[in-house]
C-alpha cells in the first residue's frame, strides 16, 4: 500500500479544502518573513551606516533629521553650518577625525554631495573605473548612480538645485552654468554610496556662488588657515553636516553638550537616534507581526478542522483499509504526512510570497530603494520559521491521527 498515492489522491479529492488551508498558511507566513527581512535590513543598514560616526553636527533642529539626511541620505537638511564652528570642532582635542558634507545639489534624484576622500574612505568603497575626484567639478558616482542614469567616466552633467525626497527627480533651478565631469565610478557597496555623487565641498561652494573661479581652480584648505571664509557680499561659506569620530571614551559625555552650547549648532548621536528610529517603526512591526501570528494561527486552526472533518467523511474508507489488513500505523502516518504536506506547501509559498513582497516593496518606495532594501536576502530564522510552521502543522494534526489510529477492525464493512 503506498501511503504517498493514497494520501495525495485524498488530498487531491478535496482540492478546494487544501487550497485554502495553504493561501491562510501562506498569507501567514509571508507576512511574517516581511517583517524579517525588513527589521533584519534595518537594522543591519542602521549598524553598517553608522559604524566609525560617532557624532553629527549639523544646523540647529532635529536630531532625528539630522542623521537621517547625513548618514543615511533620506531627507532634507536642517540647515547649515559656517567654517567657523567647523575650524573649531576640527581643531577639538576631543576629536579624532572629521567628514565635511555639503549638499543641495542633485542630479536625477541623486543627491551631489561636497565632500572629501575620506567619506569613501570611510565606506571603504573601492574604484570599478576611473579615479577620485581630484579637481573642482570633478565627480566620482555610485554603482546605482552610474546603472540609472547611464553616465560613464568623462561624461558631463549639470546639477539640479534641491534634493530629492520621493520618487524622480526635483524641478529645480539647473545650474546649467557648470558643468559636472565624471572622474571614477565606484565599485557596488550595498551602501548609501552607491547612490551618492560625490565632489569637492569646493565645487559645491563654487557653484552656489560663495567661490570665484579663480579659487575653484586648486585645492583650498578647507577649515584651517583663515578666520572666517566668506564671498563678495560677506556671506560665510557654509558646509550642510560633520561626520565625527571621537579621540577618547570622554568626547561622548562632553562633546555633545558643548556643541548644542554654540549658537545654531546641533549635535546628533548616530547610535541613539539610530535606536530611537528603529524603536519608533518596531511599534508598527510589533503590530504586523500580532497580524501575522493571527493569520498563522487561524492557519492552524483550520489545519486542525480540515483534517478532523476530513477523517471523519473518510472513516468508513480507513475501516475498508484496516479490514484489508492496512496496520494502524499505516492510517496515522496517511493523516500526519497530509498535515505535513499542507504544512510544507503553505510554508513554502509564504516564503516566496514574502520574498516577493519585500522585492516589489523596495522597488517601489523611493525611501526603501534609498535603504537598499531588498527581497534578493535569505535568513537563518527563515529555516527556524519553515520548521515551525511544519511543528504546528504536526501538533494540529495529532488528534485526527490519534483518532484514526482508534478506528476499529470490527464490524468494517457495515459500519457505515
Keep these: 500500500m503506498n501511503i504517498w498515492r493514497l494520501t495525495l489522491a485524498y488530498l487531491a479529492r478535496n482540492a478546494l479544502g487544501t487550497a485554502l488551508q495553504v493561501a491562510l498558511l501562506a498569507l501567514g507566513v509571508a507576512t511574517i518573513t516581511v517583517l524579517l527581512l525588513l527589521g533584519q535590513q534595518l ?3 542602521g549598524r553598517s551606516e553608522t559604524r566609525g560616526i560617532d ?3 549639523g544646523a540647529n533642529g532635529s536630531p532625528l533629521q539630522i542623521i537621517l539626511s547625513s548618514v543615511f541620505h533620506v531627507d532634507a537638511p536642517t540647515g547649515n553650518i559656517g567654517d567657523r564652528d567647523v575650524d573649531w570642532l576640527r581643531e577639538h582635542p576631543l576629536v579624532a577625525g572629521t567628514i565635511p558634507l555639503s549638499m543641495g545639489d542633485s542630479y536625477q534624484g541623486f543627491r551631489i554631495i561636497g565632500t572629501e576622500h575620506s567619506l569613501v574612505e570611510h565606506y571603504a568603497a573601492e574604484l570599478r573605473e576611473g579615479e577620485l575626484w581630484e579637481g573642482n567639478h570633478q565627480v566620482t558616482i555610485g554603482a546605482e548612480v552610474a546603472a540609472a542614469t547611464g553616465l560613464a567616466v568623462g561624461d558631463t552633467f549639470h546639477g539640479v538645485h534641491g534634493i530629492a525626497s520621493g520618487d524622480g527627480p526635483v524641478r529645480g533651478e539647473l545650474h546649467d552654468d557648470h558643468d559636472y565631469e565624471v572622474a571614477g565610478i565606484l565599485e557596488r557597496r550595498g551602501r548609501v554610496v552607491d547612490r551618492l555623487i560625490l565632489g569637492s565641498v569646493e565645487s559645491v561652494w563654487h557653484v ?3 567661490l570665484h573661479e579663480s579659487d575653484a581652480n586648486h585645492d583650498h584648505d578647507h577649515g584651517h ?3 572666517e571664509a566668506a564671498d563678495d557680499d560677506g556671506k560665510t561659506r557654509e558646509i ?3 561626520l565625527i569620530s571621537y579621540r577618547s571614551p570622554l568626547a561622548a559625555v562632553t562633546l555633545p553638550r558643548m556643541v548644542n552650547s554654540r549658537p545654531g549648532l546641533q549635535a546628533a548621536s548616530p547610535a541613539q537616534e539610530t535606536s530611537r528610529l528603529i524603536g519608533l517603526l ?4 510589533d503590530a504586523l507581526r500580532l497580524f501575522g501570528g493571527v493569520l498563522l494561527g487561524a492557519a492552524v486552526l483550520g489545519l486542525f478542522v480540515g483534517l ?6 473518510r472513516r468508513h474508507d480507513m475501516m475498508l483499509l484496516r479490514a484489508m489488513g492496512a496496520p494502524k500505523r499505516v492510517l496515522v502516518g496517511q493523516v500526519l504526512l497530509e498535515a505535513l504536506l499542507i504544512s510544507l506547501l503553505g510554508a513554502l509559498l ?5 520574498h516577493l513582497a519585500m522585492e516589489l516593496l523596495a522597488d517601489g518606495f523611493a525611501q526603501a530603494r534609498q535603504m537598499a532594501l531588498t527581497g534578493r536576502l535569505l535568513l537563518i530564522e527563515e529555516l527556524y520559521l519553515l520548521l515551525g510552521v511544519l511543528g504546528i502543522g504536526l501538533v494540529a494534526a495529532l488528534i485526527p491521527a490519534w483518532q484514526a489510529y482508534r478506528i476499529p477492525v470490527a464490524n468494517a464493512l457495515t459500519k457505515r
Excluded: S
Design 282 to 285: 518596531g511599534v508598527g512591526l
Design 240 to 242: 550642510t553636516a560633520l
Design 208 to 210: 552656489h556662488g560663495h
Design 225 to 227: 588657515g583663515h578666520d
Design 43 to 45: 537594522d543591519d543598514r
Design 55 to 57: 557624532l553629527v553636527v
Design 308 to 313: 478532523y472533518t476530513a477523517l471523519r467523511q
Design 350 to 354: 509564504g516564503l516566496a510570497l514574502g
